[in-house]
């Protein structure tokens, strides 16, 4: 079946930096756009970033664009998100997700990893 | 960026009423919307996209209807399982935004 499994997060100071990691299986990594979708404390989904099959183009929110960089490697069937300057505001738990189906990307997702939490605060 | 609003923020329902959940776009998003439903502690599972087709493994008693700019989810019968937070998102361009949510509680 598949999976997502998300890692990296913690509690990290403001201006510094952090990586998540996603490692997906049970399908075919390479084949489906990725996307970081995060959820402050108490608040709605807000989506980050997304990235398709082949890496080759990406996209991100205003309010992480500079800042928050999305990649994979599709040969460890890993996605990541490197977050430099990070601001207290982009603390929440961060879910990897799993565009709809093969190629694509289609923009909806069906399957989500189980979210790791960053916490910003000096 | 495309505005999602989604009314009401909450929703008291005793099991086995219908539910109808709204969900507003500022321009219109065609048919690229899709509804979320997550749970207290849980990430969000997909119920419904390109408007109106159910996803995977989604009951029948979900159905989702709309065009353009107005939408709606319909619960047909409220189970126990169903209470939960749903949340729309247009697919329209980019940024993909969500709405603010709306809170199914028990009466």
């Known amino acids: 079946q598949v999976q997502l499994v998300e890692s990296g997060g913690g509690v990290v100071q403001p201006g510094r930096s952090l990586r998540l990691s996603c490692a997906g299986s049970g399908f075919t990594f390479s084949s489906h756009a990725m996307c970081w979708v995060r959820q402050a404390p108490g608040k709605g989904l807000e989506w980050v970033a997304l990235i398709t099959y082949d890496g080759k183009n990406k996209y991100s929110a205003d309010s992480v664009m500079g800042r928050f960089t999305i990649s994979r490697d599709n040969s460890k069937n890993t996605l990541y998100l490197q977050m430099d300057s990070l601001r207290v505001e982009d603390t929440a738990v961060y879910y990897c997700?799993?565009?709809?189906?093969?190629?694509?990307?289609?923009?909806?997702?069906?399957?989500w990893g189980q979210g790791t939490l960053v916490t910003v605060s000096s | 960026e495309i505005v999602m609003t989604q009314s009401p923020a909450t929703l008291s329902v005793s099991p086995g009423e219908r539910v109808t959940l709204s969900c507003r776009a500022s321009?219109?998003?065609?048919?690229?919307l899709g509804w979320y439903q997550q749970k207290p502690g849980q990430a969000p599972r997909l119920l419904i996209y390109g408007a109106s087709t159910r996803a995977t493994g989604i009951p029948d008693r979900f159905s989702g209807s709309g065009s353009g700019t107005d939408f709606t989810l319909t619960i047909s019968s409220l189970q126990s399982e169903d209470f939960a937070v749903y949340y729309c998102q247009h697919y329209n361009q980019w940024p993909l935004t969500f709405g603010g949510g709306t809170k199914v509680e028990i009466k």
């Open positions: 321009q219109s998003v065609s048919s690229h």
């Open positions: 997700a799993r565009d709809f189906a093969p190629g694509g990307p289609h923009y909806y997702f069906e399957n």
